[in-house]
């Protein structure tokens, strides 16, 4: 089976804050994914990385960064988090084949104050 | 631009049919299905691509209308276990499984 594991399930920040959020997958799968998701939007995507130390911007870039300096490991952060980036953050990871798909891990619920 | 799924919500009796559909402006390679169930991951359904090839889950029916853009996702003699929240996902080409979510279908069923 597939793992996905996002290091908080909830997390609590204040306004200007620096924060990590991490994701961790064990099936050495090329691909990564950080979305946000909220409520009637669906979930949308943030960065996306296809190997080490690469990464593209996707439809809602701003505001965030993010790092993938090992293949299992793609960090999504919030360099001054404010209180419009209270949201549901979903990691994903896929292998990359033309028929896969993409596997999630169980979100980190973020608040900021 | 999203997909535009539709209906937004529906409730449904146990033994109750239901279809869900999921439609882009873009040509796409293949199109998602996940369930979400309140406070958990999406868990994938099933994945149908373009020129009719499917994989997925076996009590799960669905189709791809290729050149309309358009998925349908059968939800055939519902169960309670089938509640949760549907995401279609689609894709535009074969590179990456790099997938554009559509704002979900919320799915109740009632005993």
């Known amino acids: 089976d597939v793992k996905v594991t996002q290091s908080s399930r909830y997390l609590v920040k204040r306004t200007g804050e620096k924060v990590f959020l991490e994701c961790v997958q064990d099936?050495?799968?090329?691909?990564m994914f950080w979305y946000r998701q909220d409520p009637g939007l669906g979930l949308r995507l943030i960065y996306f990385?296809?190997?080490?130390?690469?990464?593209e911007k996707g439809d809602i870039p701003e505001g965030y960064s993010v790092s993938r300096e090992k293949k299992e490991r793609f960090s999504l952060i919030l360099e001054s988090a404010s209180t419009n980036q209270t949201s549901m953050y979903l990691c994903?990871?896929?292998?990359?084949?033309?028929?896969?798909?993409?596997?999630f891990g169980p979100g980190t619920r973020l608040l900021v104050l | 631009q999203q997909p535009v799924q539709s209906p937004q919500a529906v409730i449904l009796r146990e033994g109750e049919d239901a279809v869900i559909n999921c439609s882009s402006s873009?040509?796409?390679?293949?199109v998602h299905w996940y369930r979400q169930k309140h406070g958990e991951a999406p868990v994938f359904l099933m994945i149908?691509?373009?020129?009719?090839e499917q994989k997925g889950h076996e009590k799960i029916s669905a189709s791809f209308n290729e050149k309309k853009q358009q998925s349908s996702l059968y939800l055939t003699a519902s169960q309670l276990s089938y509640s949760g929240t549907y995401f279609c996902?689609?894709?535009?080409?074969?590179?990456?499984?790099?997938?554009?979510f559509g704002g979900g279908t919320r799915v109740l069923v009632k005993p």
């Open positions: 994903a990871s896929s292998p990359g084949g033309p028929k896969e798909t993409q596997y």
């Open positions: 099936m050495d799968h090329e691909n």
């Open positions: 990385s296809y190997d080490v130390k690469m990464k």
């Open positions: 873009k040509a796409l390679y293949s």
């Open positions: 149908l691509l373009k020129g009719g």
């Open positions: 996902g689609t894709e535009e080409r074969a590179a990456g499984n790099k997938l554009t």
